[in-house]
């Protein structure tokens, strides 16, 4: 009955004077809930077409009303009444709870050991492995025959595997994480809707403790006084009074966070280049102009690129980020809220729903701020050969032209690194091997995306794509 009176309640919900366009969908309660979790971007961009910038959708019982212009986005990432609340995702995602940590504690923390000294520690550490691997993988073919492989799983693998062995030192088990990981990755957006089927809830709940188990403190190498960053994130967390059970689940959480958007974001980008003859001979002859010396086996531990300016391929990122990297901001509405947007109109929000920004529609394919969206323009941030940081909305210059690492209290705390660890990937990738589509399969064309991944970070292809490759001649001499 309670559920009955609580269905009705939100059923009879009606748009007040002053609130944004209210859609409740056809279906009681669930109203848009369907629609949404197939495809978040194809729903936004139809609501976007139908009432504007701002709008109230109801999901499942509850209220969120979206916000996409993003002149009007400081209204909300600097607002004390709209609260970043990540406890239910935590919960359903990872069985985690940490009710005893601050958000502002764990930002500082983690600001702390992905910037500044840390920051130049980690990506040398992550060239030395990133190296390693590339070349120990190819060892045994010296012969100079072209392997094939998906290039999903090639970039994935790569990065996934020295992104573990920098911040988690495990060398005993990095491919076996890397393995357990996809699976459980595979099924992070259903974990996270708790709409998995039975079979798959089984799969699901077997890999997280499988997961677990592999990350598990106890058997880490060099025991608790190693200085790893995995072992330092268990003693911040001893010391913020989390239990041992916690601190495994957590090990999760980390693991996913700081290893799943590398790898996607570093397919995309070889994606595009291959699809794009221009575009990658203006990556490689920047490459070619870099005095790389540094980057050769014979001084491992010397990381050139941070030191090296490299306009065309940092705007390669921004472009392919722009393209494919779609984080949903959150908020909590704590308190009754009057919203002002950018062009003065204001707008009440109500205590209890969520709001949220969605940067994937605007600014990132928004038509009005980036010609042709759809289209990957690699020279779409450069101009002659700097940064370009000028787009415009309404005549208005735009502080958020382009939103991959989130803002404000969603900032990512490792962009700096992931940066340095995409471009010293790309750059060994285009130094050390030949890489080419394989035409055995046809028009090379990447693979559409995965559409259950909007909301999440870095979007992930709907299969993959082969390719060719081959350590280069000189690499045998
Ligand atoms: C958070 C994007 C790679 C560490 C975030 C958030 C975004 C993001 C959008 C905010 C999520 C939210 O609050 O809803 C990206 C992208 C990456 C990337 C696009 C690669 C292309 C990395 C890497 C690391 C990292 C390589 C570290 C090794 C973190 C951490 C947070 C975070 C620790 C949580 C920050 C906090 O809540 O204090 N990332 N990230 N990220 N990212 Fe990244």
């Given at each position: 009955n309670g559920l009955l009176i609580l269905i009705l309640l939100c059923s009879t919900r009606r748009r007040q004077k002053n609130e944004p366009p209210l859609d409740k969908g056809l279906i009681p309660w669930l109203g848009h809930a369907f629609e949404f979790k197939k495809d978040a971007a194809k729903f936004l961009a139809r609501m976007k077409d139908k009432h504007g910038d701002i709008f109230t959708v109801r999901l499942a019982g509850r209220y969120l009303t979206v916000l996409l212009d993003p002149n009007s986005f400081d209204s909300v990432l600097n607002d004390p009444a709209l609260r970043h609340n990540r406890i239910q995702l935590l919960q359903s995602i990872f069985s985690l709870s940490l009710p005893s940590i601050e958000p502002a504690t764990e930002k500082k923390w983690?600001?702390?050991?992905?910037?500044?000294?840390?920051?130049?520690?980690?990506?040398?550490?992550?060239?030395?492995?990133?190296?390693?691997?590339?070349?120990?993988?190819?060892?045994?073919?010296?012969?100079?025959?072209?392997?094939?492989?998906?290039?999903?799983?090639?970039?994935?693998?790569?990065?996934?595997?020295a992104g573990y062995l920098t911040l988690f030192e495990k060398e005993d088990n990095a491919a076996a994480v890397y393995k357990e990981f996809r699976t459980f990755d595979s099924l992070v957006t259903k974990l996270a809707r708790c709409s998995l089927?039975?079979?798959?809830?089984?799969?699901?709940?077997?890999?997280?403790?499988?997961?677990?188990?592999?990350?598990?403190?106890?058997?880490?190498?060099?025991?608790?006084?190693?200085?790893?960053?995995?072992?330092?994130?268990?003693?911040?967390l001893q010391e913020e009074g989390v239990d041992a059970e916690m601190q495994k689940r957590a090990l999760l959480l980390q693991l996913w966070t700081t290893q799943c958007n590398a790898g996607p974001a570093a397919f995309w980008l070889l994606g595009f280049l291959l699809t794009c003859d221009e575009a990658m001979d203006a990556v490689k002859s920047e490459i070619k102009g870099l005095n790389l010396q540094d980057v050769s086996p014979q001084h491992p531990h010397i990381n050139p690129l941070e030191a090296l300016e490299t306009p065309v391929l940092d705007g390669v990122l921004s472009e392919t980020l722009r393209l494919t990297a779609a984080v949903l901001i959150s908020r909590e509405v704590v308190q009754d809220k009057i919203l002002c947007m950018a062009n003065g109109q204001k707008y009440h929000l109500r205590q209890g729903d969520k709001v949220c920004l969605f940067p994937f529609l605007s600014p990132q394919m928004d038509p009005e701020i980036h010609e042709d969206p759809q289209i990957f323009k690699y020279?779409?941030?450069?101009?002659?050969?700097?940064?370009?940081?000028?787009?415009?909305?309404?005549?208005?210059?735009?502080?958020?032209?382009?939103?991959?690492?989130?803002?404000?209290?969603?900032?990512?705390?490792?962009?700096?690194?992931?940066?340095?660890?995409?471009?010293?990937?790309?750059?060994?990738?285009?130094?050390?091997?030949?890489?080419?589509?394989?035409?055995?399969?046809?028009?090379?064309?990447?693979?559409?995306?995965?559409?259950?991944?909007?909301?999440?970070?870095?979007?992930?292809?709907?299969?993959?794509?082969?390719?060719?490759?081959?350590?280069?001649?000189?690499q045998h001499e």
């Open positions: 983690m600001e702390q050991h992905f910037q500044g000294v840390s920051l130049s520690r980690l990506s040398r550490a992550m060239n030395t492995h990133l190296k390693n691997l590339l070349l120990s993988d190819h060892k045994g073919c010296d012969s100079l025959e072209w392997k094939t492989d998906g290039l999903f799983n090639f970039c994935y693998s790569l990065l996934f595997r089927k039975q079979e798959e809830r089984k799969t699901a709940n077997l890999s997280r403790e499988k997961l677990w188990e592999l990350l598990s403190p106890a058997r880490l190498n060099g025991g608790l006084e190693s200085n790893s960053w995995q072992q330092k994130y268990v003693r911040f020279n779409r941030f450069l101009n002659k050969d700097t940064k370009k940081d000028d787009f415009y909305k309404n005549n208005k210059k735009l502080k958020y032209f382009t939103m991959p690492w989130g803002a404000g209290r969603n900032m990512c705390a490792g962009k700096e690194f992931a940066i340095a660890t995409i471009k010293q990937f790309v750059v060994l990738v285009l130094t050390h091997f030949d890489l080419k589509i394989d035409e055995a399969q046809g028009a090379f064309k990447l693979p559409p995306v995965n559409p259950s991944r909007y909301g999440f970070g870095m979007l992930q292809p709907d299969g993959d794509v082969q390719v060719k490759y081959k350590l280069k001649r000189r």
